[in-house]
């Protein structure tokens, strides 16, 4: 990295950008290196002291996936034989996997050793051996299954462990298996906007709203007399952390130094600083400024939807069995609701929603699952609740994105809906 940056520095020290998608700042905390105190000061301000150099920040950048001018390379007017990273390419576009909770396990869980193009794509909610064996039957080149066949760390691949059994036929097969699992409930458009749509239109916003950042917390902004010097601090720099990468370095007309931008993680602020304070002279300056996540609109978990027209409870249940195409719905009514009560403001969350549902004021709440005592709690409260189990929440939206991907897609690939994918739990 100090070679690389050192190329980057021309004669005339012009400002050189070398910064990650995404920046955003909620506070900026400006060091003195002579007094060694802190002051807070709001977002987008400039910094001014003594000791202090001028402190510009730089407005962050649209996530490639919501950028309007972003490259439609997968769309429906490529055409010949298309390779597995193509087609992961597409998914990302369609649903990014930065939009995953921490704790998911998304993305590519199996990839073939020897790569073949893409001809045909079965999408399940869950891997099973029934839609394994519909899979092989098909000869399915990519499985994309909503929930993850591969969730916990494994040590071995054995025939006992049916989850295993499966990687290990898939393997067999030449097959590529891929879970977009939450990154689908997360985007805007995707798994709980299908499910609240079932109630019809309202005003929708999100529960639980996601997050988008850089993956650094911090950014460090100096100024160095000599390239010499420079490439000093820059060693010792990365001593302190392994990931501090440079953003870019910028040199004023009145060339009193270089001025550099780094980025680096929380446990290395501190030795960073330290660092960077044995070198600075007093007439020089240091700036810390703590990168924030910032909320992304119409993405997260869970939606809540204000209805243009309300409904009542009798009407929102059938409603919902028309939409997830059952014939069976589990309905706790609320305290001191009626089949007639009215129904203005629904909460959902597909699969198990009770962590996102949870503490939320509506009439109504649509989820595949919930416990006794989860149960109990909405209802004192006066809210009434649908249950359908949890893939029958979900499965649905197999379809909506079909379509989606299938437009995106060369006309030689398949794009196929599991036929033998249902909920293990039924009413008789």
Not at 302 to 318: H, N
Request: aromatic residues 4%.
């Amino acid at each position: 990295m100090l070679t690389r940056f050192k190329n980057l520095i021309p004669a005339a020290f012009r400002r050189l950008h070398i910064s990650r998608k995404w920046t955003p700042h909620a506070n900026i905390i400006c060091f003195s290196s002579v007094t060694s105190t802190t002051t807070l000061l709001p977002a987008l301000t400039h910094c001014h002291s003594p000791f202090l150099s001028h402190c510009t920040l730089y407005p962050p950048q649209l996530p490639t996936f919501l950028s309007p001018n972003r490259s439609s390379s997968g769309s429906a007017t490529c055409s010949g034989q298309m390779e597995l990273k193509k087609v992961l390419e597409v998914m990302e576009q369609l649903a990014p996997l930065s939009l995953a909770e921490s704790w998911d396990n998304v993305g590519l869980l199996v990839e073939p050793s020897k790569p073949r193009p893409i001809k045909s794509i079965l999408l399940t909610n869950d891997l099973t051996d029934a839609v394994m064996d519909e899979a092989e039957a098909m000869s399915c080149d990519l499985i994309i299954s909503y929930h993850p066949p591969l969730f916990r760390p494994i040590k071995r691949l054995v025939q006992r462990d049916w989850k295993q059994r499966l990687a290990v036929r898939a393997v067999e097969s030449g097959m590529a298996v891929f879970s977009p699992h939450t990154s689908w409930d997360s985007v805007k458009g995707g798994v709980n906007d299908w499910l609240v749509g079932g109630l019809g239109s309202g005003q929708v916003s999100v529960l639980s709203q996601a997050l988008i950042g850089a993956s650094h917390s911090h950014r460090l902004e100096f100024t160095v007399r000599s390239a010499e010097e420079l490439g000093t601090v820059m060693e010792e720099l990365n001593a302190c952390d392994s990931g501090t990468t440079l953003q870019n370095s910028v040199s004023r007309p009145d060339n009193d130094g270089i001025h550099v931008s780094v980025a680096c993680y929380d446990s290395a602020v501190t030795p960073s600083v330290q660092a960077l304070l044995r070198h600075n002279a007093p007439s020089l300056s240091l700036s810390i400024t703590k990168l924030e996540k910032l909320p992304l609109p119409g993405h997260g978990q869970g939606r809540l939807s204000v209805l243009e027209q309300p409904v009542t409870v009798s009407t929102a249940v059938q409603k919902m069995k028309a939409h997830l195409g059952l014939t069976h719905l589990r309905l706790a009514l609320g305290q001191a609701k009626t089949l007639e009560s009215s129904v203005c403001t629904v909460a959902v969350c597909a699969g198990s929603g009770s962590s996102v549902l949870n503490g939320v004021k509506a009439d109504l709440y649509v989820t595949g699952e919930m416990s006794h005592h989860e149960v109990l709690d909405a209802v004192a409260k006066g809210t009434s609740v649908i249950l359908s189990e949890h893939s029958n929440s979900e499965r649905g939206f197999l379809t909506v994105f079909r379509e989606r991907l299938a437009v995106r897609l060369p006309d030689s690939v398949a794009v196929v809906v599991s036929k033998a994918d249902r909920d293990p739990l039924e009413v008789v």
